[in-house]
């Protein structure tokens, strides 16, 4: 059974930084893209990041370029996502998810059951 395990979510001050974690169990993560994605209350999930699966080609939200980097370690089935200058607007659950396509072009088929972000003083 494919399983993605999102770790490293927490309470933050506005400036702070996290390293969010997906690590895949039941599979071989060097076969797909994995994406980040966020959801706020009342608010529509969002794609934060994306990295291929040779992990040459990322992309990000407008709203996280500059911030936040997304990177992979295939040979410890772990994809990464470092949070920087941390803002408000950035809480969310952030969940990673996997996409058999090589590129980010979706879709994304298993989901983790996501972490919590809270950025707040």
């Known amino acids: 059974q494919l399983q993605l395990v999102e770790s490293g979510g927490g309470l933050v001050q506005p400036g702070g930084s996290l390293r969010l974690s997906c690590a895949a169990s039941?599979?071989?993560?060097?076969?797909?893209?994995i994406g980040w994605f966020r959801q706020a209350p009342g608010k529509e999930r969002e794609r934060v990041s994306c990295?291929?699966?040779?992990?040459?080609?990322?992309n990000y939200a407008d709203s996280v370029k500059g911030r936040f980097t997304i990177s992979r370690d295939n040979a410890k089935n772990t994809v990464y996502l470092q949070m920087n200058s941390l803002k408000p607007e950035d809480t969310a659950v952030y969940y990673c998810?996997?996409?058999?396509?090589?590129?980010?072009?979706?879709?994304?088929?298993?989901w983790g059951q996501g972490t919590q972000v809270t950025v707040s003083s």
């Open positions: 998810a996997s996409s058999d396509h090589y590129y980010c072009s979706g879709p994304f088929g298993s």
């Open positions: 039941g599979f071989t993560l060097d076969y797909y893209a």
């Open positions: 990295i291929s699966r040779s992990g040459g080609s990322t």
